[in-house]
């Protein structure tokens, strides 16, 4: 399964200054400290959007893992401990001349987002510019940039020592080459800017880390063991980037437009079992569409949530669909019965609120499980295709995300290629909308994974920014 976070491109390469201990951590490596469930070197490297990995660092115990999973080469600087300048000057030489732009990255930044470094790298290439992270006080992010691969050469030779060399120079004086038009910046989301140089902001960005949550865009097809490959490899994939949770679309089980209570009454029971083996199997909590038996012949259009709890115990939560899509000249109400409560799931310091489909439209319900604490709602869809039906999708998602300062999480079924039924099957832009309403990630119509971080210290900047949910008073009534 492809992920559009993860696409690796030949034109584009990072390197990771990961250099050692830390006095002021008590001489800990900070590009080996855990932080929620990878340690910051491997969330930088999983994050660099490109297809060159060098980091520049010890590899210590877990260097060859490292490498192996994210495509990456550790090297020395020469000779050992010379400082940051002399570490990039030997990163750079690792860099081959076929890559146009570097993303020069510290080990220790453990809540960069891939959308923010594609982001820097698009604009270094397409300005000829170095395009570098402001940190809060506005100042400049040394280790989080993109530079033209030749500017930055002509940079790190421009400040060699004249007897060779960079040792013991930093890399204020590598910037101080740059023209003021040579310069721009971008302002940091959250706690992205964020690095561990410092107990405090080691503590800060232990607090501002979420877990790393996929959103899988399947196709689900009417033969179910189609279905069933496609669940396998999006869980595999999901667990294989580190997520901790992976969310599934909406009627997963079945697709709409053929019989759901024959699938709840012959399929719910073996489908709630694989969900519940994917979880085990691979250690993360699986998020389904599911449908199960409801009084009249009816269903219950229901999200599994299976896997493990952050108490140990095994998690098995069910939400069932309280909105019924009774619009567009559907009547889900005649198969479906609609659900009556709210349900939110606590995982990694972060509350999760769930909701489903046709939900995304009352603002009331995302409002309300903020208010019970959600710093993000997840959103399985099957969403129906049409006309202005795609405009529509992407403008309520970003308009429940600012109702409720929430991140929104959607997972859409990706449409069959040559489907032409009018059962809702699905129109993709599966999507990440942060709590202001930006749209951080969207697919297109093909089936594919998107990875997000949550950042709880963005959620919290947001509703201190934006305090929609304290300000909102009961209206009266017609």
């Known amino acids: 399964m492809s992920s559009q976070l993860h696409e690796t491109s030949a034109t584009a390469a990072a390197v990771v200054l990961a250099g050692g201990t830390s006095s002021r951590l008590g001489g800990r490596d900070k590009t080996r400290v855990p932080i929620a469930g990878a340690t910051t070197l491997e969330r930088v490297l999983r994050t660099a959007p490109v297809g060159h990995r060098v980091v520049v660092g010890p590899d210590g115990d877990d260097g060859r893992e490292l490498a192996q999973r994210h495509d990456a080469r550790f090297v020395l600087e020469d000779p050992p401990r010379s400082g940051p300048l002399a570490a990039l000057a030997r990163g750079v030489a690792e860099v081959p001349g076929s ?14 987002r891939p959308e923010t470094l594609t982001a820097l790298l698009e604009t270094s290439t397409a300005e000829q510019k170095v395009a570098a992270l402001a940190g809060e006080d506005g100042r400049i992010q040394f280790l989080c940039a993109a530079w033209p691969l030749n500017r930055l050469r002509d940079a790190v030779t421009a400040v060699e020592r004249n007897e060779g060399g960079w040792a013991d120079l930093s890399l204020r004086r590598l910037y101080a080459q740059l023209g003021e038009d040579e310069l721009t910046t971008r302002a940091p989301n959250g706690a992205e800017g964020a690095d561990i140089d410092t107990p405090d902001a080691l503590e800060e960005a232990q607090r501002a880390a979420g877990p790393r949550i996929a959103l899988a865009q399947i196709e689900v097809d009417e033969a179910f063991e189609v279905t069933e490959c496609a669940v396998r490899s999006a869980v595999a994939s999901a667990a294989e980037a580190g997520a901790q949770l992976v969310l599934l679309p909406e009627a997963t089980l079945a697709p709409f437009g053929t019989d759901l209570r024959a699938a709840a009454d012959a399929s719910h029971e073996a489908f709630d079992r694989l969900v519940s083996e994917l979880a085990q199997e691979h250690g993360l909590i699986v998020v389904a569409g599911s449908f199960t038996p409801a009084d009249g012949g009816r269903v219950h259009n229901t999200v599994i949530l299976r896997g493990p709890a952050d108490d140990g115990s095994r998690l098995e939560l069910e939400y069932r669909k309280i909105h019924l899509f009774d619009a567009y000249g559907a009547k889900e109400s005649e198969t479906v019965a609609p659900g009556t409560e709210l349900v939110t799931l606590d995982l990694g310091g972060a509350r999760l609120g769930i909701a489903t489909c046709y939900d995304v439209r009352f603002p009331e319900q995302f409002t309300a499980l903020a208010r019970r604490g959600a710093h993000a709602v997840l959103l399985p869809l099957a969403w129906a295709d049409g006309s202005g039906k795609s405009e529509q999708l992407r403008l309520l998602l970003q308009a429940r995300a ?21 059962a809702a099957r699905g129109i993709g832009q599966s999507a990440v909308i942060g709590p202001l309403g930006q749209i951080r990630q969207e697919l297109g119509r093909a089936p594919g994974l998107l990875l997000v971080d949550l950042d709880l210290a963005e959620v919290r900047a947001a509703r201190k920014a934006l305090p929609v949910l304290e300000h909102a008073v009961p209206l009266p009534q017609a």
């Open 402 to 422: 600012l109702d409720s300062t929430c991140v929104v999480l959607a997972a859409d079924q990706a449409p069959p290629a040559d489907y032409e039924g009018r």
């Open 99 to 112: 890559v146009s732009a570097v993303l020069v990255l510290g080990g220790d930044m453990p809540l960069l």
